[in-house]
Every structure is written in structure tokens, then in C-alpha cells.
């Protein structure tokens, strides 16, 4: 992956992210849903793609005291704040993080080589210029009883033309790209693959996803190049 990207993403957040929290959670949906979902077990590791300013690390973190967190991201800048955002926490003991691509992840990224028991991303493959790569890197870097789990912005279409088109002309300054075809594959696999877990919130804004390692290669679009 160019390093162009991740100047790219620094150049985005610089700024952005000291109001990056308190913008985002007027239009970020379902990621609380998501964490309250995750019932992870004493243990456990989970590694968010795309941690951005560790906000959903540090509510994992509490809500979830016996896990061992890990957070990628592209953007050095982004990283900063999470950094002092983890350590004001008091959770520097539990969440470390690692600068990286979700296209390469792996659990060598923080010199470890034990799996990942959850692959998240919030958010984050809608900026991912590779997000089927990071999905195939995500599942191999999991433990055979591991999870992806996402929540991301869905195909917009219930929300009408016009309001689709505006919200996609806003995110794309941003470099967002709402992935269409994800939701769409995941909507026809889910009536043939009782291990997709899909919900889709109204207008079809943002969808959540649970899926286990082992119903992962049923994806054409994860398997696929």
C-alpha cells in the first residue's frame, strides 16, 4: 500500500481529529449496538482495523475488563489522539496499537503471534482503498473460532435519490466510499448462510454484521480477488 495513503488519511485528521468524537457520533450509528453485541469472554483479543481515535477500544475496554485489545491505523495523526485518549483512561496496560494498512493485518503488526479472537471494523472499510484484501487479511489473522464484525455504512437506497446523492457527495469529502456491493452480497448470502448475522438500519444507512471465521469463505466477494 502506497504510503501516499496514509499521508493522505494524516492530512484528512490533522485537524479533525481533536473534533473527530464528538462530530462523528451524529451520524456513526450502530457502533455502540456493535460493542454491546461482542460479549467477549475473559481472554479474548480483539484487534480494531481503522481505530481511529480509540473511542470504541476504550468502551470495549470497559465494558469488557478480561479482553486484550489491539488498534490499527493508517494515520499517525489519528494515533496521537488515541494514544493520549487511552492513557487519560488508564488503559495503556490493555490497548496497544500499531500503525499499518487493514490490507496487511496480521498479528505480527504488534510482534505478537497469537490470533485475533475478533476483527473489527467500525466504520473504517468504507476509507479502506483495498477493503477486500483487509477482509481476507482480517479472517487469516483469526483464531479458528474467531469473528469479523462490522458496522458500516450500507447502499444508502432507502433514503431516496436525492438523499442518497447529497450524503454521498458529503462523505466522499471526507474519502468515504459507502461499499454497495458489500451489503448487497450480504443481504442474498444471508438467505443462504444461517452464520450471516445481518441487520440493516432504516434507509438502509448503516448495516452491522457478525460473521465467524468459518462462514467467511461462503463470501464470493471476501474470497475473491
Not at 105 to 118: A, K, L, W
Not at 137 to 163: C, Q, T, Y
Not at 184 to 206: C, H, I, Q, S
Request: hydrophobic share 45%; proline share 5%; with cysteine.
Amino acid at each position: 500500500m502506497p504510503a501516499t495513503h496514509a499521508a493522505l488519511m494524516d492530512a484528512v485528521y490533522r485537524r479533525q481529529r481533536h473534533i473527530y468524537d464528538l462530530t462523528r457520533k451524529y451520524y456513526l450509528f450502530g457502533r455502540d449496538r456493535m460493542i454491546r453485541e461482542l460479549d467477549l469472554k475473559p481472554g479474548e483479543r480483539l484487534v480494531e482495523i481503522g481505530c481511529g481515535t480509540a473511542r470504541n477500544l476504550i468502551k470495549i475496554a470497559r465494558r469488557y475488563p478480561g479482553a486484550t485489545l489491539y488498534g490499527l491505523d493508517a494515520s499517525a495523526e489519528m494515533l496521537k489522539t488515541a494514544a493520549v485518549a487511552i492513557e487519560r483512561a488508564g488503559l495503556g496496560s490493555r490497548i496497544r496499537l500499531a500503525q499499518g494498512y487493514g490490507e496487511a493485518i496480521s498479528p505480527d503488526v504488534f510482534g505478537e503471534t497469537r490470533p485475533f479472537d475478533v476483527a473489527l471494523f467500525s466504520y473504517s472499510l468504507s476509507m479502506i482503498p483495498d477493503w477486500k484484501q483487509a477482509l481476507r487479511a482480517a479472517a487469516n489473522a483469526l483464531s479458528p473460532a474467531g469473528s469479523i464484525r462490522i458496522v458500516d455504512f450500507g447502499d444508502l437506497k432507502g433514503m431516496g435519490p436525492i438523499g442518497e446523492s447529497v450524503l454521498r457527495a458529503w462523505l466522499a469529502l471526507f474519502h468515504v466510499s459507502p461499499r454497495s456491493e458489500i451489503l448487497t452480497a450480504l443481504t442474498r448470502a444471508e438467505t443462504d448462510n444461517e452464520m450471516v448475522k445481518l441487520r440493516v438500519l432504516p434507509g438502509r444507512y448503516a448495516f452491522l454484521l457478525a460473521l465467524p471465521k468459518r462462514g467467511i469463505g461462503s463470501l464470493s466477494f471476501v474470497v475473491a480477488p
